[in-house]
């Protein structure tokens, strides 16, 4: 009986060991600092609190009835870059310049927002759902890939667009108990193997060393990036520019014929956007959204690759949270600015007054 406790005593210890290391992990609600198991200050986020607490002055679209008219300046979809609620780009629009908004939110399950919006546009929607101009918004590891999938003659009507797109159900996903442990073995193997390899050779998160600590307040010379930014470069293609404008001109042309305006709205890879900053960088380089950016399109095209960059080499620091994929506060205002001075510059722009 003794040898069988002693027995079960070791068997457990090493779990017990790496709990309690586990316990000094941080989540901060990033999704890097989750995929990475990186942690992060509370103070971090913390400093983000006054935006958090911004009153939302956003319509979501699956709290309309679609039936009845409905007027907005600007109808906006997109993928998670879009769904920020009160510190996305469009409350900051709505807030600042006065905007009626209305967001295609998480409401309805994750879809192809380029796909989607074909067929919003071949419907009847717009009839009722009366806009000047659609955001559309993708990130651009998907870009080309969303675009090549798509396929314009599909449509949707009113009647059946809260239906056909509702969120799925939840099927449960992984027990508590399973999800526990994945976590602790994760982060104590993350944290050794990225001594070796910046995807610790098997991790959904990169973790690179840069040149410049004053990029993120966080003040560290690291940066965490999704590793789909690298991943999917294969697919961002020169020609896949090519047909990415292509549909994207076709899209212009059937939203403007019911008086609507297309615009536009890469959201760049973290990547990307730090790359230059990146020490012993051996990543392939990503080139589509520069090679997006000059080629003769129809609709409105917002170059947020540049204008980013530009606030980076500035020394604008946090324009991506350091523990997420995705636009902090910071970026998600200067996109916000960006988005309006375009709108506003364009001939015969209806903001052009406000």
């Not at 007027?71 to 006065?98: E, K, P, V």
């Not at 991790?203 to 040149?211: C, D, E, G, L, Q």
Request: proline letters at 3%; a negative charge.
């Amino acid at each position: 009986m003794h040898q069988f406790i002693t027995k079960i005593f070791l068997f457990f210890v090493p779990f017990i060991l790496l709990t309690v290391n586990y316990m000094t992990y941080k989540d901060s609600g990033g999704d890097l600092s989750r995929l990475g198991k990186v942690s992060f200050d509370d103070e971090y986020r913390a400093q983000f609190e006054e935006e958090y607490s911004l009153p939302d002055k956003t319509t979501a679209l699956s709290s309309i009835d679609l039936s009845q008219a409905q007027r907005f300046d600007i109808l906006t979809i997109g993928d998670s870059f879009s769904q920020y609620g009160t510190t996305g780009y469009q409350n900051y629009l709505a807030n600042r310049f006065d905007l009626s908004i209305v967001n295609v939110d998480n409401g309805y399950k994750r879809e192809n927002p380029i796909q989607m919006l074909f067929q919003i546009a071949n419907g009847d929607i717009l009839d009722h759902l009366k806009v000047d101009y659609i955001v559309l918004q993708s990130v651009e590891r998907d870009f080309g890939l969303r675009a090549e999938q798509s396929d314009p003659q599909k449509a949707i009507h009113s009647k059946d667009f809260n239906r056909t797109f509702e969120a799925p159900k939840s099927t449960g996903g992984q027990s508590a108990g399973f999800g526990l442990f994945h976590n602790i073995i994760n982060y104590t193997l993350f944290n050794v193997l990225y001594n070796f390899d910046s995807r610790a050779f098997f991790s959904n998160a990169y973790k690179v060393n840069t040149a410049d600590s004053t990029l993120f307040s966080t003040q560290e010379n690291e940066m965490l990036f999704y590793y789909k930014d690298v991943k999917h470069i294969v697919y961002n293609t020169e020609a896949a520019a090519k047909t990415a404008n292509k549909m994207l001109n076709l899209l212009h042309k059937k939203l403007n014929a019911k008086g609507v305006e297309l615009i536009v709205l890469p959201s760049p890879d973290k990547y990307n956007v730090y790359a230059e900053y990146i020490e012993d960088d051996n990543l392939p380089e990503n080139d589509f959204l520069k090679t997006l950016e000059q080629l003769d399109k129809d609709y409105i095209y917002v170059n947020t690759e540049h204008m980013l960059t530009k606030n980076i080499e500035r020394g604008v620091q946090d324009v991506y949270y350091a523990d997420d994929s995705h636009w902090s506060p910071v970026g998600q205002k200067l996109v916000a600015k960006h988005l309006y001075r375009e709108i506003t510059n364009t001939k015969d722009g209806y903001l052009s007054n406000n």
